[in-house]
């Protein structure tokens, strides 16, 4: 079988147009594949930001809540109500809302805002620059330096600013793992602080945290919380609900799904149809193969083995331009929300693997219909 998988790779390699024409068109429709999942899985974990960032084991909301950005404010009493649940060790409110930042300079800029608990402080980032304890100061504030730390001006400490009519100021500069979706700066103050200077509803609270007192408890705490008429979901489930809500209720999912399978097909064309002329241009040599003895098992297995290479050629090309772009435009552009994960890897190769498999197919269909003597009349 070995000299059998040589001698494919010799003829695979005889024809360097073909042979280069399928490693690009294989390479090209993963390239497209790899840059459409990227874009799409990095969005996702972009807009799930402040359930990672944040950290909370349980997070307990209005039942209608799809995503952290569009939180429905609770009752204040909810908190007492939550906090005498059996199996919570504690559980601390928490604020997201909106500001309009006024400038030093005069500009307006939008800002996300998030309030932790006072004396908790439960859900805080790590700072760079500046105290913990500096969040306590009047008017403190803590600013996320991340791609849209500058639509801020890139504040220093003690930089000083208006949010919506109210003084503030920059006590600490913080660092979060992902960063926000929707290209707002983050700001973060304390529970009481946010819920008195920004303008709201009758309730503020935007959410519960909590915390177990151990896993086991979680079921129980979940019960109670939705036999009050609310909703507690664990960290991953929140992620999964806000997953499904931009996969399925917006169209971002839909749009980057028909140019995956675009990408697909446009791969899957060019290297069938290439594949099938490399089949008619060798077909000579595999009926020559065919009539010194060769079984039709021997001839599925280079057609195969022939596929597979450039298959796995046309992958490892892909990613690498695909990664390389990635990182380029991460570089060039702070906001390109794109990531490559496991899953869109794995998914890039088993549509290469399904391209390689039916263009075999087509090429299989061909080799045995091959009639040796054919060879020898002509």
Same mark, same amino acid.
């Given at each position: 079988?070995?000299?059998?998988?040589?001698?494919?790779?010799?003829?695979?390699? $005889?024809?360097?147009?073909?042979?280069?024409?399928?490693?690009?068109?294989?390479?090209?429709?993963?390239?497209?594949?790899?840059?459409?999942?990227?874009?799409?899985?990095?969005?996702?974990?972009?807009?799930?930001?402040?359930?990672?960032?944040?950290?909370?084991?349980?997070?307990?909301?209005?039942?209608?809540? %799809?995503?952290? %950005?569009?939180?429905?404010?609770?009752?204040?009493?909810?908190?007492?109500?939550?906090?005498?649940?059996?199996?919570?060790?504690?559980?601390?409110?928490?604020?997201?809302?909106?500001?309009?930042?006024?400038?030093?300079?005069?500009?307006?800029?939008?800002?996300?805002?998030?309030?932790?608990?006072?004396?908790?402080?439960?859900?805080?980032?790590?700072?760079?620059?500046?105290? &913990?304890?500096?969040?306590?100061?009047?008017?403190?504030?803590?600013?996320?330096?991340?791609?849209?730390?500058?639509?801020?001006?890139?504040?220093?400490?003690?930089?000083?600013?208006?949010?919506?009519?109210?003084?503030?100021?920059?006590?600490?500069?913080?660092?979060?793992?992902?960063?926000?979706? =929707?290209?707002?700066?983050?700001?973060?103050?304390?529970?009481?602080?946010?819920? %008195?200077?920004?303008?709201?509803?009758?309730?503020?609270?935007?959410?519960?945290?909590?915390?177990?007192?151990?896993?086991?408890?979680?079921?129980?705490?979940?019960?109670?919380?939705?036999?009050?008429?609310?909703?507690?979901?664990?960290?991953?489930?929140?992620?999964?609900?806000?997953?499904?809500? #931009?996969?399925?209720?917006?169209?971002?999912?839909?749009?980057?799904?028909?140019?995956?399978?675009?990408?697909?097909?446009?791969?899957?064309?060019?290297?069938?149809? &290439?594949? #099938?002329?490399?089949?008619?241009?060798?077909?000579?040599?595999?009926?020559?193969?065919?009539?010194? $003895?060769?079984?039709?098992?021997?001839?599925?297995?280079?057609?195969?083995? %022939?596929?597979?290479?450039?298959?796995?050629?046309? =992958?490892?090309?892909?990613?690498?331009?695909?990664?390389?772009?990635?990182?380029?435009?991460?570089?060039?552009?702070?906001?390109?929300?794109?990531?490559?994960?496991?899953?869109?890897?794995?998914?890039?190769?088993?549509?290469?693997?399904?391209?390689?498999?039916?263009?075999?197919?087509?090429?299989?269909?061909?080799?045995?219909?091959?009639?040796?003597?054919?060879?020898?009349?002509?």
């Amino acid at each position: 079988m070995s000299g059998i998988l040589s001698l494919a790779m010799k003829l695979l390699l $005889g024809d360097r147009g073909k042979f280069y024409t399928l490693v690009i068109g294989i390479t090209f429709a993963v390239f497209l594949m790899m840059l459409m999942t990227s874009m799409f899985f990095g969005i996702i974990q972009h807009s799930a930001a402040n359930i990672i960032n944040i950290g909370a084991e349980i997070w307990v909301m209005d039942p209608n809540v %799809q995503t952290p %950005q569009n939180s429905i404010p609770m009752p204040d009493y909810m908190l007492d109500v939550v906090r005498s649940v059996p199996g919570v060790d504690y559980a601390v409110p928490l604020y997201l809302g909106a500001g309009l930042v006024r400038l030093e300079n005069g500009d307006y800029q939008a800002a996300t805002v998030v309030g932790l608990d006072d004396a908790t402080l439960f859900g805080r980032p790590p700072l760079v620059e500046g105290r &913990t304890a500096d969040i306590y100061r009047n008017n403190a504030f803590f600013v996320v330096r991340d791609a849209n730390y500058a639509k801020l001006g890139s504040p220093k400490l003690g930089t000083t600013f208006e949010i919506n009519d109210h003084r503030g100021v920059i006590a600490g500069i913080a660092t979060v793992p992902v960063g926000s979706l =929707f290209g707002l700066p983050t700001l973060y103050t304390t529970y009481g602080r946010a819920t %008195q200077d920004l303008p709201s509803t009758r309730y503020v609270m935007s959410f519960i945290l909590v915390r177990p007192k151990s896993p086991a408890a979680v079921a129980g705490i979940q019960r109670a919380v939705h036999a009050l008429g609310y909703r507690a979901l664990t960290a991953a489930e929140f992620t999964t609900r806000n997953d499904q809500f #931009y996969e399925f209720q917006t169209a971002m999912g839909m749009n980057i799904l028909i140019m995956t399978l675009i990408s697909f097909v446009v791969g899957l064309s060019i290297a069938g149809e &290439t594949f #099938y002329m490399f089949v008619l241009d060798n077909l000579e040599r595999f009926g020559a193969l065919k009539a010194i $003895g060769a079984r039709s098992s021997e001839l599925v297995a280079m057609i195969f083995y %022939q596929s597979l290479v450039v298959g796995f050629l046309g =992958f490892g090309f892909g990613v690498l331009l695909a990664s390389g772009l990635i990182a380029f435009g991460k570089l060039k552009i702070p906001n390109y929300a794109a990531v490559i994960t496991y899953q869109n890897l794995g998914m890039a190769l088993v549509m290469v693997l399904v391209i390689s498999v039916v263009s075999a197919y087509i090429g299989i269909r061909r080799i045995l219909r091959i009639d040796p003597f054919v060879v020898f009349r002509s």
